[in-house]
């Protein structure tokens, strides 16, 4: 029985974002989150996407909220450019329970959290809490100016049922100059995300690490069934 009634798919604009890539401290447990037809990219590599959305105006249905979600990049499956990796949700946490709702339909392990965005003099500290409790601190530095436009597809992997199913997600973004992601901390060793923890020291996947005062982007309404490769 559907539990959101929002239609897809939704529009989300200039949210603030931050998004980091990095590779895990312990490969085969990060690898263990995978459902069975998936396979991790050669790299290990974890994505994390944390963004806040200050205003309902911002969005077509959602309301304003708050997410922090995360998982793995993949092998054999790319998002629409072929060449980004397609990307499977271990993780999402998020502020709204109508956004929770709607994307729990569509396969996607969401749970209440929060995520906060603070940047002052240039330093952007990212905090993702599940009951008020910091799980995640990401800290950078941001310059002033925006770099370059970025714009694509992204492609996200979920489970609905005993089905992979995909989505292409657009997306276009302003991304920050200057930027430097400086420190990631998992703060909880009792929390299932902290499977993803980084490395010590951190290694970064430099492409996919960047700050965007304003990305706007679409929740898919046409996912697909995911084929093996």
């Not at 060449?83 to 109508?98: A, E």
């Not at 597809?153 to 302003?174: E, H, I, R, S």
């Amino acid at each position: 029985m559907s539990t959101s009634t929002l239609a897809a798919p939704q529009l989300v604009l200039n949210s603030r974002m931050l998004y980091s890539s990095w590779i895990p401290a312990d490969r085969r447990a990060a690898a263990a989150l995978l459902p069975r037809g998936l396979s991790p990219a050669a790299n290990r590599a974890i994505y994390m996407n944390q963004y806040v959305v200050d205003s309902a105006d911002q969005t077509s249905g959602f309301g304003a909220y708050s997410l922090t979600y995360l998982g793995l990049d993949l092998a054999d499956h790319t998002a629409p450019d072929g060449v980004t990796p397609g990307r499977f949700f271990t993780h999402y946490l998020n502020s709204s329970q109508t956004v929770r709702d709607y994307v729990s339909e569509r396969g996607v392990p969401a749970s209440a959290g929060t995520t906060t965005l603070d940047l002052e003099d240039g330093r952007l500290v990212a905090v993702t809490r599940v009951d008020g409790i910091p799980i995640i601190r990401a800290v950078a530095r941001v310059g002033q100016q925006v770099a370059s436009v970025a714009r694509g597809q992204l492609m996200y992997v979920t489970q609905v049922k005993n089905k992979l199913m995909a989505g292409n997600y657009p997306y276009v973004g302003d991304i920050a100059a200057g930027f430097e992601l400086q420190s990631l901390d998992f703060l909880a060793p009792d929390h299932p995300v902290y499977a993803l923890r980084p490395a010590s020291p951190l290694q970064k996947v430099e492409a996919w690490c960047w700050y965007a005062p304003r990305d706007s982007f679409v929740y898919p309404g046409g996912e697909y069934e995911l084929k093996a490769k």
